[in-house]
């Protein structure tokens, strides 16, 4: 079992290296701080979308930014677009799965505003859907996904692909990302 953990770590590393060796990737990462730098200017929102791990990747990334990272400082709009329950059931059962995401993409997004649609494949429907109905109301995308991107690589204006195939190594990049997005977003706005 201690080769098995060595191993998992091993992984897990070395998708970071990838990670910190692709200047594409780094280029893009830091544009879509500045998108988000951009939309809360304006005051603008940050809507994200994902499913499982990724739902759960969402809610974390709205909560360091609505609440706090480091600094003690006024909050910032984010919602991770899974959290209410009833809604996201009752339009399951009314629209289809497909569509929980999209309806609430066009209830609460605006033309500036951006999405982060998080999914390991890039091709998971109802996140896809979000992107589609983001992109036709004037909003930016921002893809979390894991190499390739799938579907959401041709729906996002900043493509975060992480350079994994295995879900377990594209999440744990997925969060280190967010964590970058949260940290220099507040730096840049509450220096």
Not at 51 to 71: C, M, P, T, V, W
Not at 107 to 123: F, K, M, Y
Request: contains cysteine; aromatic residues 6%.
């Amino acid at each position: 079992m201690p080769s098995t953990i060595n191993s998992i770590i091993q992984n897990s590393i070395a998708a970071k290296q990838a990670m910190l060796a692709d200047g594409l990737l780094l280029k893009t990462l830091e544009s879509a701080v500045q998108a988000c730098l951009a939309t809360y200017r304006r005051d603008g929102k940050i809507l994200l979308c994902g499913n499982g791990g990724s739902a759960a990747d969402a809610q974390h990334i709205a909560a360091e930014l609505s609440g706090r990272f480091y600094k003690d400082r006024p909050p910032l709009y984010a919602e991770a677009l899974h959290v209410n329950s009833s809604y996201l059931t009752a339009v399951g059962n009314d629209y289809g799965y497909d569509e929980v995401y999209a309806r609430m993409v066009r209830a609460a997004g605006r033309p500036g505003d951006v999405l982060v649609a998080i999914s390991t494949s890039g091709n998971s429907p109802n996140v896809v859907r979000a992107a589609q109905a983001a992109r036709e109301i004037g909003m930016y995308v921002i893809g979390m996904t894991g190499a390739g991107g799938g579907q959401l690589a041709a729906l996002s204006h900043h493509l975060l692909a992480a350079p994994s195939k295995d879900t377990p190594r594209i999440q744990e990049c997925h969060i280190l990302m967010g964590h970058i997005l949260c940290e220099l977003i507040e730096r840049e706005l509450f220096q």
